[in-house]
């Protein structure tokens, strides 16, 4: 096991009863923690949020409802993000959109790692490149490399362990380039091997820059 200390919190959001992605959910938990991250598992069944009206930061201290409370600390005390991604009509699950537009500042100067999976042959990639533009908006640029899962259903089992292991080859990649940008930013954010100021977060599409 590998001594690098980082926390990930795992993001996954389907409200559907029947849903299917939670053993890809499952899956890369367990991955990261036998590489030794702290890993918390961020499930929209377990953090039911309401449909966004006020944002966590538009709360005043200590008023926001218990379970986005929890999710905003896990968020702010992660050093990157795996997105756990069904593909609905080509594009993200609303129950996803819905946990990951309540926080802001959370995600600022951290990394994402983005998986995406599908019931058919395809493995979300059209939900993939939505997901690229939703996340860095967010201040969360996700890394080059993704994770796409096919036939989801069959690819994993409840515990979260692969059926077809050519899936735990690949994963060994995947996490390993998550890993070096988790290191890297967190490195840059202690300023142990970068000496720049961070820089202003831009807001350009909000009118913020
Ligand atoms: C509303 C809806 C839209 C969907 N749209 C797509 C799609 O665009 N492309 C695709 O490959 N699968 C699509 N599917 C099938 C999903 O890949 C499949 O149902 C998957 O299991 C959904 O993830 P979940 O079970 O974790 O909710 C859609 C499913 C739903 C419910």
């Known amino acids: ?31 990261l923690g036998n590489r030794g991250h702290t890993v918390s598992l961020v499930d929209t069944e377990e953090y039911q949020l309401p449909m966004l009206d006020l944002m966590h930061k538009e709360y005043d201290d200590g008023k926001a409802p218990q379970a986005m409370q929890e999710v905003a600390d896990i968020l702010a005390s992660a050093d990157g993000y795996v997105i756990v991604s069904g593909e609905y009509n080509h594009s993200v699950p609303p129950a996803l959109k819905n946990l990951l537009d309540h926080y802001q500042s959370e995600y600022l100067y951290k990394p994402s ?14 939900g993939l490149i939505n997901l690229r533009g939703i996340l860095a908006e967010l201040g969360t640029p996700s890394i080059p490399s993704a994770f796409p899962v096919s036939v989801v259903q069959k690819s994993f089992d409840k515990n979260g362990e692969a059926i077809d292991e050519a899936y735990e080859k690949r994963v060994k990649r995947f996490l390993d380039e998550y890993e070096w940008y988790a290191c890297a930013l967190r490195n840059a954010r202690e300023k142990e091997t970068c000496d720049s100021e961070q820089p202003v977060q831009q807001g350009l599409c909000r009118g913020t820059g």
């Open 1 to 31: 096991m590998q001594d690098h200390g980082l926390k990930t919190a795992v993001i996954y959001g389907s409200a559907r009863r029947e849903r299917r992605g939670i053993n890809a959910a499952r899956f890369i938990v367990n991955q």
């Open 113 to 126: 790692a983005i998986v995406t999976y599908s019931a058919g042959p395809f493995g979300g990639v059209r």
